[in-house]
Structure formats: C-alpha cells, structure tokens
C-alpha cells in the first residue's frame, strides 16, 4: 500500500532563517506530488506541483521554492523566512493517471510558526 | 468568483440528528468531486467521492446536481466523532490540481 511521509510535525523558526520541509511516497513510482498551505482559519492554497522530477509548477508567486529530486521526494525551501510564511503545509499524493478522479492523499502537516 | 464555495458553519447539532451540508462550483467543466474531512490540526482525509448517481456510505450520502453545480452531504444519525471540518473539492479535466472549499464545521453535541 502507499504511504506518505512528511517532516517535521511542528517547527518554530525565526523571520530570516531558511527552511527545508521534506515529504517522501512510498508504494508507488511516478506520482504526482503537491504542495499545499492552509494558514490559520483558511481553505487549502495550492503552492507547487509536480508530475516528475525536476518537473516544477508554481501556482502562487511568493519566497518559497520547490524541487523534486528523486522520483518520489519532494522538498519545500525558502531562503528567509517571513511572519507570512506561517501555516499549516501539507504535502499530497496522486496517481500520474486519473490523478484527480481519486482524489489526493496527504501527509500528516507541518506546522509552521514563523516568529 | 471562487471555484468552490461552502457555507463555514458552524453546524452545531445534537447526537442522532440528520444535517446536510452543500456546495456550489463554478467551472461547468468540473469532472471529479469528493468531500474530505479534516479533523482540528489534522491533514485532511478523503471521506468519499461524489457519483452523478448519488451515493451512499453508510450513514453519509453524497449528491451531485449538474445542472445547478450543486454537492451536498448528508449524515444521517450523527456521532460525537463526526466532529470535525468537511470540505467540499471539486477537480477540472485539463487541472493539475483539485479546488478545496474552506470547509463547513460540524460540531455534535451530547
């Protein structure tokens, strides 16, 4: 069965340092992977998607970054953090075909406080 | 005009009431949609997807009304573990990505 992995869980950093949050699928090759945020009271906000590696699409202009490295890897960055970058990130997964007729799975969040 | 609209609630209902939730979409080419539920803190997890024919899932149904770009939930008997936030998500033929409401709160009171 597939699996998704994200981490941290929880994570305080100071305005101006960088971030690195990673998510891992497993049990499938070739999946489409998203970023999403949800700040505090909000709906979902898509960041970044892939559908392969070093394949990228921004969704939202902003200070965060994406990259895909490896098949099933996918890391959100940002080199200085501000008080707005706070949230709730979530990564998901899809299948490659008729991703969006099953719907995605999500990993279990990083909470982002940005201080 | 959002792709996807939901009344936030919150719902507050007593244990074995029926409550109903709906949402509205405004691409006429949405093809695929689901009602997820997110718990507080929590990722949000597929509740189930939403059929032209309607469906059932125990306690939950799920419709979907075409021509009016309508979805609705219905949870019949409710339990105080349905507490928790259901979005409605609806996707696009030709989209990378689904479109989330920002959900309905349902709280069940004893």
């Known amino acids: 069965s597939q699996t998704i992995h994200q981490w941290p869980a929880t994570l305080v950093q100071p305005v101006g340092s960088p971030l690195s949050l990673e998510c891992t699928v497993e049990?499938?090759?070739?999946?489409?992977l998203y970023w999403y945020r949800q700040a505090a009271g909000r709906g979902l906000q898509l960041l970044f998607y892939s559908v392969g590696i070093g394949q990228i699409s921004s969704e939202v202009p902003q200070n965060l970054s994406a990259s895909r490295p490896q098949d099933r890897q996918f890391i959100l960055s940002s080199k200085k953090l501000l008080l707005s970058d706070s949230g709730f990130y979530l990564c998901a997964w899809s299948r490659t075909t008729r991703g969006n007729y099953y719907g995605y799975t999500f990993g279990s969040g990083t909470r982002l406080t940005v201080v | 005009r959002k792709e996807v609209e939901q009344d936030p609630g919150p719902f507050n209902v007593p244990e074995g009431a029926t409550v109903a939730f709906n949402c509205t979409y405004s691409n006429s080419a949405s093809q695929s949609f689901f009602w997820y539920r997110q718990d507080c803190r929590k990722e949000p997890k597929l509740l189930m997807s939403?059929?032209?024919s309607g469906n059932e899932d125990g306690r939950f149904t799920a419709q979907l009304n075409r021509a009016s770009q309508y979805i609705s939930l219905l949870i019949r008997d409710s339990k105080l573990s349905d507490s928790a936030t259901y979005l409605c998500v609806v996707s696009q033929t030709g989209a990378n990505n689904l479109f989330f409401g920002t959900g309905t709160r349902l709280t069940v009171i004893p």
């Open positions: 049990g499938t090759s070739n999946p489409n």
């Open positions: 939403v059929y032209s």
